[in-house]
């Protein structure tokens, strides 16, 4: 199984700073049809998840330019910029290039 | 809007069966394939099962094949989750999920499913 290594475990960040998670994956994640497939979720407290970023790079629908995500092969990183109080929770990584899809074990992002 | 509401959560003695259902509205159901995820408690996310729009194709990991079914009813813009044999480490939030690409695009609110004696 691809497994997704998230770090840090957890960031603690002052409003209006930046963030950034990384997420480095035991396999490369580009697929046979030249796409890749991993995608960051943020689950805000006692919320289910909700996307963030597809495809490495592409804002989901409504989700603020503030998150920018980047990387190819097995590195991979999420920028959070100028972070605003809605933006704590845990953030997942998630890959669906290779069977069965996995999650990385979460960053946990902290408002100081 | 897209939603998703998932029931039949509850608790259930280890090695009985469960059937869980999720209600989807505001989207062409049929178009899609959909998805099962769950997180036990304080932990991470793991994926279950997911179908295709006919129903014709399901994908599971190893730690459910087997023991878990995914079907949907197009008719009723439903997916189903019957879980059998169900063990201690199943106990977790269940998650419906749309799928787009392999990937989850929307998400229900979940449903808690505790194996317990």
């Known amino acids: 199984d691809v497994v997704l290594t998230q770090t840090p475990v957890s960031l603690s960040v002052t409003l209006g700073d930046q963030a950034s998670i990384s997420c480095r994956s035991s396999q490369s994640l580009e697929y046979s049809d030249g796409y890749t497939y991993l995608e960051w979720y943020l689950q805000k407290p006692g919320q289910s998840p909700q996307l963030l970023i597809y495809e490495v790079s592409n804002r989901f629908s409504g989700v603020p330019d503030r998150f920018i995500g980047s990387g190819s092969g097995t590195d991979f990183t999420l920028k959070i910029s100028r972070v605003e109080p809605e933006d704590l929770g845990v953030y997942y990584c998630f890959q669906a290039t290779h069977d069965p899809l996995t999650f990385g074990s979460g960053t946990k992002l902290e408002i100081k | 809007e897209v939603q998703l509401v998932e029931s039949g959560g509850g608790l259930v003695q280890p090695g009985r069966s469960l059937k869980l259902s999720c209600a989807a509205s505001?989207?062409?159901?049929?178009?899609?394939?959909m998805a099962w995820v769950r997180q036990a408690p304080k932990k991470g996310l793991e994926w279950v099962a997911t179908?295709?729009?006919?129903?014709?194709?399901?994908y599971y990991p190893d730690s459910v094949k087997g023991r878990f079914t995914i079907s949907r009813d197009n008719a009723k813009s439903s997916l189903y989750l019957q879980m059998n044999s169900l063990k201690s480490e199943d106990t977790a939030t269940y998650y419906c999920?749309?799928?787009?690409?392999?990937?989850?695009?929307?998400w229900g609110p979940g449903t808690m499913v505790t194996v317990s004696s």
């Open positions: 505001g989207f062409t159901f049929s178009n899609y394939y």
């Open positions: 179908i295709s729009t006919s129903g014709s194709r399901t």
């Open positions: 999920a749309r799928v787009e690409d392999w990937y989850f695009d929307f």
